[in-house]
């Protein structure tokens, strides 16, 4: 073998390192998920189940299976300088994008599909994502429950019930500053993890304990502040007990959201679905939250209660900062005058108290997968440590018997090795200058894209925190409906907008994101168009606002997951935090400055703020398709 030819095999190797990447990898969960390079970075580590397929450990380190001293164990092309005689050219087909997919026609085919979703099902990865579902429902219960008992606060601290519209913004403050705390938390945990533990499972256990375990804390905390909060009758005390209770549930939705990236992305799975089914998990707590308060006041025979709607979804729960400006427009809630403060105590020590219990099962649930997971590695570890004596007997065995024919075979090797070492340091040299130029131009792009998506969460939040809010004063004051109209149409948005969440899920599943989110914006634009052009007739009004509900339903996830889904990239805890701090700020800024201009331009106002936040996600949604586009071709020629 000439210098040339050593030279061609080793960037063939090189080219196809990316393949290799999860190739035969365990089904662990939070393992492998530190590749910050896009969809066509160089493979990390991954431990092989096949012994037929060899694997890569970096860039600068490509492991093969040797078969002249050490057979059937790997061998570091950088300390041994040896290639392997045997590569199976099928495992080197790459597609166009450069991942394999081989089978891809046929995963179309009904059973297949079947036999994918039960694989789904059945995996640690959607066990976990159901005890993350079901802790960020037991928050935006524990959130939207806070609606209904603003009169027994208010009974319970002796204040006005205007002075209750305070706890919104306080809570909202706990929110907003343990959500980019949490983001630098969680990257620096991982980080601090991969540098101290070298061995891949261990790296996964241990990830995967302290991020549940983080979870926990965090669900103590809202425990806490939940419980103390019945006993305080002073007004800012109080306030300050709902600030506690924000922060923790902050770490609660930006810990969920960030983990469940990190999951699926381990999976090498598209977590658009998954993201779907997180937010409608969120929408069914809120749908909760009123009918706990109103289960327990009927129990204990406190005031008379009609709830015209269960559906309390305020932007800010949506928007997984739940609560920090929350108008109950969609509830009606009449409590008798002579509420009495032991009537609101025992309100609202009753329902904290519900939805505590909730929240000890979800810490049940989280501890009780620690436990199994830390058991089940240990006696994964036996298993692969009676295996590993196995085959090391067995290759000993080998060794014996073949022992002449790999002296020949060395010999034979050892003509070729010093070509194939300096062909390996040309190309080990010229794929670490590319990786750098990658890794730089990949850091760019992460800023450019949260930026941008910062931006349409920011406007999105803030369209869907008006409409929600302020539909019904619309509504009203336009002299469009009476209340009791107005809070059932208001209901009927709600409704509809879960009714989308819901689909977004099997539809995330087969659709291109893009696709999803214009039919989102041609349905958003449809909506207001009937809103501004026909608002002199109850019908049409009546059916922009339910079109409008669905139509905004799936733009958050979506738009969520476009950097993963789209563009390949992993999506770090601090991008997590960042987009939901933005989309918390549009939240609140929406709702409060469509009331100011009320004053000044009457009840238009809702419609000028939703066609503005609208023509707003047109454009970003431009900018970041064709910015999607640009940062995958630059890709494949780095």
Known sequence: MNNNEAYNDASSIEENAGYWQGEGQNNNTLGNVDDDKGLYSPATTTSSTNDEKPYVTSTNQIQLTNHNEDSMSPASLEDNHSFSHSIDEKHLMLSEEGTTSPKKKESMNPKNLFKEFISVIYSKAFLQTLLLNFSILTMCAFSSSTGPLLKSFAKLTDSSFGDMGSIFIVRGVGQLCSTLICGFLLDAIKRFIEKKIHDKEKEVVYKMTTFYTLVIIALFIMIFGGMIIPFVNILYLSFAFFVIWGFGSSIVSTSGQALLFWIW??????????????????????????????????????????????????????????????????????????????????????????????????????????????????????????????????????????????????????????????????????????????????????????????????????????????????????????????????????????????????????????????????????????????????????????????????????SFVLPSADMGLQISGLMTSVQIFSASTGAIIGPSLTVMLFKSIGPNALLWISSINISALVVLYIVIYLFGRYYKNKVKTL
């Open 265 to 558: 992305e381990a999976e090498k799975r598209n977590v658009s679905p998954f993201a779907q089914l997180f937010h409608f998990s969120a929408g069914l707590g809120l749908f909760l939250g009123p009918f706990i308060v109103f289960i327990v006041n009927k129990t204990f025979g406190i005031g008379q209660q009609e709830i015209s709607a269960p559906l309390e979804q305020s932007i800010q729960h949506e928007r997984l900062q739940y609560g920090l400006l929350q108008v109950n427009n969609n509830i009606s809630i009449i409590v008798n005058d002579t509420l009495t403060a032991q009537e609101a105590f025992t309100s609202i020590l009753g329902t904290h108290s519900v939805i505590c219990i909730l929240f000890f099962i979800s810490i049940l649930f989280f501890g009780s997968y620690i436990a199994y997971s830390l058991l089940s590695s240990k006696k994964q570890k036996k298993m692969d440590l009676e295996l590993s004596n196995e085959f090391e007997n067995d290759s000993f065995e080998l060794e014996i018997v073949h022992t002449e024919e790999k002296e020949e075979e060395k010999d034979n090797l050892s003509v070729d090795s010093a070509a194939k070492e300096h062909a390996i340091e040309d190309v080990h040299h010229t794929g670490e200058q590319k990786e750098k130029a990658k890794e730089k131009f990949i850091s760019m792009a992460k800023v450019v894209i949260t930026s941008l998506i910062s931006l349409s969460l920011f406007n999105y939040c803030s369209v869907e925190g008006a409409f929600g809010s302020v539909v019904y004063s619309y509504l009203t004051e336009a002299k469009i409906e009476s209340d009791s109209g107005a809070n059932l149409l208001n209901s009927l948005f709600w409704l509809t907008f879960t009714a989308g969440r819901a689909t977004g899920i099997t539809v995330s599943t087969f659709l291109n994101p893009y696709i999803i989110l214009s039919v989102n914006i041609l349905l958003s634009i449809i909506s207001l168009a009937i809103l501004w052009l026909f608002s002199s007739s109850n019908a049409m009004v009546w059916i922009g606002c339910i079109l409008f509900g669905f139509a905004l339903s799936t733009q958050y996830p979506t």
